[in-house]
C-alpha cells in the first residue's frame, strides 16, 4: 500500500506562489504517474496538472505557464510549483499516484492540501 502525504499548501495573496509537495512512503512511487487534482468548495474534483514516471509534465491549457510539475526520486516527492496564484486557484489541492500510467484510473490518493487565494 503506497501512502501518500501533501504538504504546503496555505492562504497567500493574489498573484502570490505556493509550492505542493507530495511524498511518497514507498519507493515503486517512483515508477507510477501522478496527478495533481483539486476540488473547489460546492464544485467538482478536476484535473490540474500531471507528471509520468520519466518526469514529462502535462497541464491542463489554462495552467499552463503557471503551475509546473516536477519530481524528485530521491526524495520519492512531486512537487507543484504555482505562480501568479488567483482566488479561483482556492481549492484543496490532491495528489493520486496512476500505477499503469495510462491516466485512466488513480490508484493512491493523498489526503489534501488547503490553499486559499484572497486579498
Known amino acids: 500500500q503506497v501512502h501518500l502525504a501533501e504538504s504546503g499548501g496555505g492562504s497567500v495573496q493574489p498573484g502570490g506562489s505556493l509550492r505542493l509537495s507530495c511524498v511518497a512512503n514507498?519507493?515503486?512511487?517512483?515508477?507510477?504517474?501522478v496527478g495533481w487534482f483539486r476540488q473547489a468548495p460546492g464544485k467538482g474534483r478536476e484535473f490540474v496538472a500531471g507528471v509520468n514516471w520519466r518526469g514529462g509534465a502535462y497541464y491542463v491549457d489554462s495552467m499552463k505557464g503557471r503551475f509546473a510539475v516536477a519530481r524528485d526520486n530521491a526524495k520519492t516527492a512531486v512537487y507543484l510549483q504555482m505562480n501568479k496564484l488567483e482566488p479561483d486557484d482556492t481549492a484543496v489541492y490532491y495528489c493520486?499516484?496512476?500505477?499503469?500510467?495510462?491516466?485512466?484510473?488513480?490508484?493512491?490518493w493523498g489526503q489534501g492540501t488547503q490553499v486559499t487565494v484572497s486579498l
Open positions: 514507498d519507493t515503486s512511487f517512483n515508477y507510477y504517474g
Open positions: 493520486a499516484a496512476d500505477v499503469s500510467g495510462y491516466r485512466e484510473k488513480y490508484d493512491y
